[in-house]
């Protein structure tokens, strides 16, 4: 069966602008959570969203900003893009119920160039 | 969420076994290990979890000490495909719970021919 997909695989904004990423999970899974890696602090939990709500959220600025849709998909936003926002993006999707603690698939990210 | 100490780098000579150990001593009782890799520039794959019990399934075998305040995951015959970083978390993951992975700097393995 299809993976995680994320679309674009790479990006270059430009400082000040805003970007969204797209990702979407395997099919039947409910769950949809994204990382932010970067060579310094390695891979850090932004946020998670299940059945369209967002149950957990990492501890970032109010400028990284996501959002499910009906059919699972995910999107996440940033605004007001730094040179430090530059990383590797990913999304993991989980089914979320019934399979307890299965673990997580990711996908094979985004890389964001912030110019 | 219980904190994990991984050696941050091991080498392997290639068709060996890869042994790689992960303390984490103030694990409760209802929290998982997980295991997952990164290989360079793609996302991190899901390797293995355990409870309390020995696992095995087709990429590795998990061995949790008695304790459960330490494992070792083990790729029975290393390739070079298996150079990666290997991430070792302690977490809960139950149905329906809030699940984020808390990942920490993980062993960079090298299997070598």
């Known amino acids: 069966k299809a993976g995680v997909t994320q679309t674009p695989r790479y990006l270059i904004k430009t400082r000040g602008q805003q970007v969204t990423l797209s990702c979407s999970p395997i099919s039947g899974h409910r769950s949809v959570s994204w990382y932010q890696q970067t060579p310094g602090q390695g891979l850090q939990f932004l946020f998670e969203?299940?059945?369209?709500?967002?149950?957990n959220k990492g501890n970032f600025p109010g400028r990284f900003s996501g959002r499910q849709f009906s059919n699972s998909r995910s999107e996440m936003n940033v605004s007001t893009l730094e040179l430090g926002d530059s990383a590797l993006y990913l999304c993991?999707?989980?089914?979320?119920?019934?399979?307890?603690?299965?673990?997580?698939?990711f996908g094979s990210g985004t890389r964001l160039t912030v110019v | 969420d219980a904190k994990t100490t991984q050696p941050p780098s091991m080498d392997c000579a290639e068709g060996r076994a890869a042994n790689l150990p992960c303390n984490h001593s103030?694990?409760?009782?209802?929290?998982?290990v997980y295991w997952y890799r990164q290989i360079h520039s793609q996302g991190p794959q899901y390797i293995i979890h355990?409870?309390?019990n020995n696992e095995t399934n087709e990429m590795a075998s998990l061995i949790i000490t008695e304790d459960r305040k330490s494992s070792t995951l083990i790729l029975p015959h290393a390739t070079l495909r298996d150079t990666a970083v290997y991430y070792c978390i302690v977490r809960v993951l139950n149905e329906g719970s809030q699940g984020n992975l808390i990942f920490g700097k993980g062993t960079k393995l090298s299997v070598k021919p």
């Open positions: 355990g409870l309390k």
């Open positions: 969203y299940f059945s369209e709500t967002q149950r």
């Open positions: 103030t694990i409760s009782g209802n929290e998982y």
């Open positions: 993991a999707s989980r089914h979320g119920t019934g399979q307890g603690v299965a673990g997580y698939t």
